[in-house]
């Protein structure tokens, strides 16, 4: 897809056509439809974000829109933006908090461990979710009241890829404004088999944010229950 995109009229351009080419050269060794862990770098990933942000643009054609939008959804599909190298490491973060903890802050090695992983897990996924924000952002531009069909249905393809993506942290407002894009290909698709698949994804996409909200335990109900028959006797008391 990346390939097409150089092709087309606005990927001869001089600024397109060099991010272009840098993210090709990124997937050229890989030569497998999906990276295994640590293939891509930081430095590979923004220079693939660099390139689709330049792609998805309102201001082009539909075939040239149609190709950068499906190349978003198999680079979320084919789990390119999972597995990146160069973030931060738990082992990485413990040294950096060894050296900055003086003798009267002393902590054991667990303790720092500890403190180590979790800091690095939440670097790691601040920085997931910044990819899958500014993807969000990239493909939500593409919609306005003429879009074609065809780019339509790239935008309601891409978006579901990243909703449902395990490790992309599509959240809060990101979530927001994927469902309300989707919303608004279904009230302007001027094709009812583009409409049908919206209104469709669209489901899709509201069960899979209701599963991942978090379902009360058998005890946290007894727990509650027992709360309520008390604070109950309580009013009758009264």
């Given at each position: 897809a990346l390939e097409k995109l150089l092709g087309t009229r606005e990927g001869k351009r001089k600024d397109m056509k060099s991010a272009l080419e840098k993210a090709v050269k990124v997937l050229q060794p890989l030569n497998v439809p999906q990276p295994s862990k640590g293939e891509l770098s930081k430095d590979d990933v923004e220079k693939m974000?660099?390139?689709?942000?330049?792609?998805?643009?309102?201001?082009?054609?539909?075939?040239?829109?149609?190709?950068?939008?499906?190349?978003?959804?198999?680079?979320?599909?084919?789990?390119?933006?999972?597995?990146?190298?160069?973030?931060?490491?738990?082992?990485?973060?413990?040294?950096?908090?060894?050296?900055?903890?003086?003798?009267e802050n002393a902590r054991s090695e667990q303790q720092v461990m500890w403190e180590a992983r979790a800091e690095a897990e939440q670097l790691r996924s601040g920085y997931f979710r910044s990819v899958a924000d500014r993807l969000v952002t990239m493909v939500g531009r593409c919609l306005g009241e003429g879009t074609a069909d065809g780019v339509q249905l790239q935008i309601v393809k891409a978006l579901f890829a990243l909703v449902s993506s395990d490790r992309l942290a599509v959240r809060q407002a990101s979530m927001l404004a994927a469902i309300r894009t989707t919303f608004n290909v279904f009230v302007l698709a001027r094709s009812t088999g583009t409409q049908t698949i919206s209104q469709g994804t669209l489901t899709q996409m509201v069960h899979l944010v209701l599963q991942r909200v978090p379902v009360e335990t058998d005890d946290d109900d007894d727990t509650a229950g027992a709360a309520q028959k008390a604070n109950d006797g309580a009013a009758r008391d009264a």
């Open positions: 974000l660099e390139a689709m942000d330049m792609a998805c643009s309102p201001q082009h054609n539909a075939a040239t829109a149609t190709i950068a939008l499906d190349c978003v959804e198999k680079l979320v599909s084919f789990h390119y933006f999972d597995n990146i190298s160069g973030l931060a490491t738990a082992e990485s973060v413990a040294q950096r908090i060894r050296s900055n903890s003086g003798s």
